[in-house]
């Protein structure tokens, strides 16, 4: 009776699960105060096209605008913004777009070597829109100053060129009238870091203070989801750790977030793109997060006041990184001297386990140039490493088979004395040489490089629009379900029916080969166990479903491999073989 109570409550709290996750993958993934810079930065942007006022924004897995009529409206107002005579180009390496001179902003930014989607006509992912576009996301350098004339951003500025590349800088200038001249001198590396020179020549005569300042202004309407194994929002390292905690639901509530320590680098970030502003250095500026109204935010980067003598010219050099977050490149600016530049990526407290580990499948992939085979590839190197503990385990599985009559006794001697028949049950296990977790061991270490390989597929940018197969994304969920097939003549899944309808290919057979790992597994278990054990396959297979599908190619790999491991051990230890025929022909003997 007991045994049944337990077998409901495990079937109750599984069906729970397998209905409560898609509202928890719903639930989870789905003015301010005066400043100095407020004084020279731009207007407060319109709201878009098509976003009503007061209804939710909805965010993408990789983030841009999800609301059609918005993204309309960003194309026309990008046309007309990019049609405008007064910009720069950029033609860097990896990076394009232009400076707009009417401020001496970078607005315009787009990476040559990422697109917009997984499709062949797909044009490249655009990270920086102009102010006042739906999708807007920019960087502006300048000065703030009392009782001076400073330029703002409405200042149309002069170039000593037409473009900026990776050889040739860009020197915007600007005279105040006063005596005063102000230049930016831009350049580029052949990655994605712009350094940003800012200089003050005083011709006036007399002393003026002024401070420099950098800024990055975005929306939140094309933030990715803020997902609890990959931050969105405000980053930043200060003092000597990185901050993940702040959100723009946060910067809401608080208007303005100033985070204490040293500022090493802050931006914005997205699950792939980062925007951060980079400061001198050996300095200290004040760095300040603020909800600018309207789903608008930006990051402040102030520097100290500088005195400039009549006379005298004053220099300051930041930096601003704006592309995409692939962890090689991340890690080749840390060693350079950028502090804790890698942990852009929110790889969190096993990131020594998951670095190598896309290290490697980085490596596999250059080999054999396919991430889908290189995961397959991953997982035998993985299991093969694996192999000599699931060997020890068997024999341990063997062992306790070979014990079993023996247990039988102890508990029907002791069946009124719990205690004592666990003391007599660890004595025999004791004198027999038996560890009765050693046939756990594999499965528990195969947990962190689990849920390593997870976070790699999340956050590895490499893994992005990568095929396999049927798969055209293997950082996504398999695209061969039944809500797909549907959507293509016209009908749309409710999202309460998805736990239904989007199991793809790979769930199912995550399920099936899950079930005959299980099926095979020799080790003792009680009817409750058991019981459990065969439905958790058809549980996991609904709740996997809308995994990334290379974790799903992992772990079918890697249960196919169980399967093939497990028949060899059979041959190597007969006994056990024998043992579940006979558990089988028992089975088949009382339900006949």
């Known amino acids: 009776m007991e045994n049944q109570r337990n077998l409901i409550l495990a079937i109750a709290l599984s069906f729970l699960?397998?209905?409560?996750?898609?509202?928890?993958?719903?639930?989870?993934?789905?003015?301010?105060?005066?400043?100095?810079?407020?004084?020279?930065?731009?207007?407060?942007?319109?709201?878009?096209?098509?976003?009503?006022?007061?209804?939710?924004?909805?965010?993408?897995?990789?983030?841009?605008l999800v609301d059609p009529v918005a993204q309309a409206q960003e194309q026309a107002d990008i046309k007309v913004a990019l049609a405008s005579p007064d910009r720069i180009a950029i033609d860097a390496p990896r990076v394009a777009g232009s400076i707009?001179?009417?401020?001496?902003?970078?607005?315009?930014?787009?990476?040559?070597?990422?697109?917009?989607?997984?499709?062949?006509?797909?044009?490249?992912?655009?990270?920086?829109?102009?102010?006042?576009?739906?999708?807007?996301?920019?960087?502006?350098?300048?000065?703030?100053?009392?009782?001076?004339?400073?330029?703002?951003?409405?200042?149309?500025?002069?170039?000593?060129?037409?473009?900026?590349?990776?050889?040739?800088?860009?020197?915007?200038?600007?005279?105040?009238?006063?005596?005063?001249?102000f230049t930016i001198r831009y350049a580029i590396d052949d990655q994605y870091m712009i350094t940003a020179e800012q200089s003050v020549a005083n011709r006036s005569g007399a002393p003026v203070v002024v401070?420099?300042?950098?800024?990055?202004?975005?929306?939140?309407?094309?933030?990715?989801?803020?997902?609890?194994?990959?931050?969105?929002?405000?980053?930043?390292?200060?003092?000597?750790?990185?901050?993940?905690?702040?959100?723009?639901?946060?910067?809401?509530?608080?208007?303005?977030?100033?985070?204490?320590?040293?500022?090493?680098?802050?931006?914005f970030t997205d699950i792939y793109w980062l925007a951060a502003l980079v400061p001198q250095d050996g300095t200290a500026p004040d760095t300040t997060f603020r909800a600018m109204g309207n789903e608008t935010y930006r990051a402040d980067m102030i520097y100290e006041p500088v005195t400039v003598p009549a006379g005298s010219i004053t220099s300051t050099s930041s930096r601003l990184f704006a592309g995409a977050k692939e962890s090689a490149i991340l890690d080749t600016y840390e060693n350079a001297g950028l502090e804790k530049f890698g942990l852009a990526i929110?790889?969190?407290?096993?990131?020594?386990?998951?670095?190598?580990?896309?290290?490697?499948?980085?490596?596999?992939?250059?080999?054999?140039?396919?991430?889908?085979?290189?995961?397959?590839?991953?997982?035998?190197i993985v299991r093969g490493l694996m192999f000599p503990i699931a060997q020890k385990g068997f024999a341990s599985m063997a062992s306790m088979k070979a014990i079993q009559p023996k247990m039988k006794e102890v508990q029907e001697k002791h069946k009124d004395d719990k205690q004592r028949q666990q003391q007599e049950i660890m004595a025999l296990y004791k004198k027999e040489g038996v560890n009765p977790v050693a046939g756990c061991l594999p499965m528990l270490l195969q947990i962190p490089v689990f849920f390593a390989l997870y976070k790699v597929l999340v956050l590895g940018i490499e893994m992005r629009h990568q095929k396999f197969a049927w798969i055209t994304d293997l950082s996504a969920p398999d695209p061969a379900n039944l809500a797909n097939a549907l959507s293509l003549v016209g009908i749309q899944v409710p999202g309460w029916l998805m736990f239904i309808f989007g199991l793809g290919v790979l769930a199912v057979l995550l399920g099936v080969t899950m079930w005959l790992t299980f099926k095979l597994n020799p080790s003792a278990m009680d009817p409750v166990?058991?019981?459990?054990?065969?439905?958790?396959?058809?549980?996991?297979?609904?709740?996997?479903?809308?995994?990334?599908?290379?974790?799903?190619?992992?772990?079918?790999?890697?249960?196919i491999l169980t399967l093939a491991q497990q028949k060899y051990l059979y041959s190597k230890h007969p006994q056990l073989k024998a043992a579940a025929e006979a558990e089988k022909a028992e089975k088949a003997k009382v339900a006949g």
């Open 346 to 380: 929110d790889w969190g407290w096993f990131r020594w386990f998951e670095k190598p580990m896309l290290w490697l499948l980085r490596t596999l992939f250059d080999a054999v140039g396919n991430f889908g085979v290189a995961i397959i590839l991953l997982t035998v």
């Open 17 to 64: 699960l397998l209905i409560g996750w898609d509202y928890a993958m719903q639930y989870f993934y789905p003015q301010p105060e005066e400043s100095l810079v407020e004084q020279v930065t731009n207007a407060p942007p319109a709201s878009p096209s098509g976003q009503q006022d007061g209804a939710a924004t909805q965010h993408s897995r990789n983030g841009g």
């Open 529 to 559: 166990q058991k019981q459990v054990f065969a439905i958790m396959p058809w549980i996991l297979m609904f709740v996997m479903a809308p995994f990334a599908a290379g974790l799903l190619l992992y772990w079918v790999t890697s249960n």
């Open 211 to 267: 401070q420099p300042f950098g800024l990055v202004n975005r929306t939140s309407r094309t933030a990715s989801q803020d997902l609890w194994i990959a931050h969105s929002g405000p980053i930043g390292v200060f003092g000597d750790s990185a901050d993940y905690d702040v959100d723009y639901s946060d910067l809401d509530e608080n208007a303005r977030v100033t985070p204490e320590g040293r500022t090493r680098w802050a931006g």
């Open 100 to 181: 707009n001179l009417r401020g001496g902003v970078v607005d315009d930014v787009v990476l040559k070597d990422h697109t917009e989607t997984s499709q062949k006509d797909s044009g490249p992912i655009r990270i920086f829109s102009p102010n006042g576009t739906p999708a807007q996301q920019f960087a502006q350098f300048g000065w703030v100053g009392a009782n001076l004339k400073v330029p703002g951003p409405q200042t149309l500025w002069t170039a000593d060129g037409d473009s900026l590349t990776a050889d040739t800088p860009v020197t915007l200038t600007h005279d105040n009238g006063e005596g005063l001249t």
